[in-house]
T-cell receptor
């Protein structure tokens, strides 16, 4: 079975600082991995997706994530935080043979001026 | 291209009633999935439809059902509503099974 663990339900950084949101996954077979962002009162927006091509995946809004099989991690980073990045971020996993997405519990990102 | 649309956006019902939510996928997308989001349980998969057939189902009681029409639009129905059904219900569409899913804004259901 697949699962996702997001470390830290709330992360706060200063504007301009590095953003690092942590995600570890568990899967018996090579998975697809995702990061989604949810702004208040909105649905989910796909930030990026790992499908076994390059291990460093670049997404929208300056975010990127690195797939590390040895650490079973898929951490999300952004070099310089912007106030508009404040939102909830979800790491997710799915099997390559199925569409069902398993989501982590989410990390709320706050940006301090 | 228009995104995934869900109607209604907000809904208030009372216990014991039933509710039907609608989802229109992105044009050309044939797969529709439904998810429930609650503060306690997070995001949970309900079911997925492709070509008018349910292809996958999550661990929800039989009160939760869905269907897909020939134009790929989908509806989900919840019968005999319970307080715990209060949630944001998200619909996602993809071009085909196992393709990237794009989410709609959700329908927020409040059960009183």
């Amino acid at each position: 079975a697949q699962s996702v663990t997001q470390l830290g339900s709330h992360v706060s950084v200063s504007e301009g600082a590095l953003v690092l949101l942590r995600c570890n996954y568990s899967s018996s077979v090579p998975p697809y991995l995702f990061w989604y962002v949810q702004y208040p009162n909105q649905g989910l927006q796909l930030l990026l997706k790992y499908t076994s091509a390059a291990t460093l995946v670049k997404g929208i809004n300056g975010f990127e994530a690195e797939f590390k099989k040895s650490e079973t991690s898929f951490h999300l980073t952004k070099p310089s935080a912007h106030m508009s990045d404040a939102a909830e971020y979800f790491c997710a996993v799915s099997l390559r043979s199925a569409s069902k997405i398993i989501f982590g519990s989410g990390t709320r990102l706050s940006i301090r001026p | 291209k228009a995104g995934v649309t869900q109607t209604p956006r907000y809904l208030i019902k009372t216990r014991g009633q039933q509710v039907t939510l609608s989802c229109s996928p992105i044009s050309g997308h044939r797969s529709v999935s439904w998810y429930q989001q609650t503060p306690g349980q997070g995001l949970q998969f309900l079911f997925e439809y492709f070509s008018e057939t349910q292809r996958n189902k999550g661990n929800f009681p039989g009160r939760f059902s869905g269907r897909q029409f020939s134009n790929s639009r989908s509806e989900m129905n919840v019968s005999t509503l319970e307080l715990g059904d209060s949630a944001l219900y998200l619909c996602a569409s993809s071009q085909a099974l196992q393709e990237t899913q794009y989410f709609g804004p959700g329908t927020r259901l409040l059960v009183l």
